[in-house]
């Protein structure tokens, strides 16, 4: 009988929690933040970003960079030279980086205009060439960009800058800080 009871209640439990996950006001509560859904939301939720930034895959605001321009990935990523099909997945970072790489601005002379991190998935590379797009960038801006490696704020290669565009050869995944020099 204890087993019946047992068996009867687990039942009940999932019978119950599937039909709250797909009750009518969890779909509405992830449709009105913008996620299609919840696994989009988790995905969202674990790179720090809103709906309109996980799905264009832009980071607009960071904590603790005021005026933060929008950030997005602006065209082919060439791997040791070939131009790929792949996609880099950008993340914000959290307000420590954010901090830090508002203090590296500061030390350049310059204005941070924001601070994200990119990683290439299934990517091995000497050099990746990345076009960023910076909406907003005047051309012939004088831009500055700095990489977060093993604790260290390092000098990254600026390939162009255009407008609304910078284009950096990066060597390895993580925070990288653009900085508008006067």
């Known amino acids: 009988m204890k087993k019946f009871i047992?068996?009867?209640?687990?039942?009940?439990?999932?019978c119950s929690a599937t039909a709250s996950a797909a009750s009518p006001s969890a779909q509405a509560v992830l449709a009105s933040a913008g996620f299609t859904n919840a696994s989009d939301a988790q995905a969202a939720a674990n790179r720090g970003m809103s709906s309109g930034e996980y799905y264009n895959n832009v980071v607009v605001h960071t904590p603790g960079v005021e005026n933060a321009m929008p950030v997005g990935q602006g065209g082919k990523i060439m791997i040791n030279g070939v131009v790929t099909n792949l996609t880099a997945t950008l993340a914000k970072?959290?307000?420590a980086v954010a901090a830090?790489?508002?203090n590296q601005a500061s030390a350049l002379g310059g204005t941070l205009l924001n601070v994200l991190s990119i990683n290439l998935p299934g990517a091995n590379y000497n050099v990746a060439?990345?076009?960023?797009?910076?909406?907003?960038?005047?051309g012939g801006a004088k831009v500055a960009v700095k990489q977060f490696v093993n604790g260290v704020?390092?000098?990254v290669e600026v390939v162009e800058v255009r407008?609304?565009?910078?284009?950096?050869?990066l060597k390895s995944s993580g925070a990288v800080a653009f900085v508008a020099l006067p």
């Open 163 to 169: 407008a609304d565009h910078v284009v950096l050869n």
């Open 129 to 138: 060439t990345v076009n960023f797009y910076l909406k907003g960038l005047a």
């Open 6 to 14: 047992a068996v009867l209640g687990a039942s009940v439990f999932l």
């Open 93 to 95: 970072v959290n307000k």
């Open 100 to 102: 830090d790489a508002v």
């Open 153 to 155: 704020w390092v000098d």
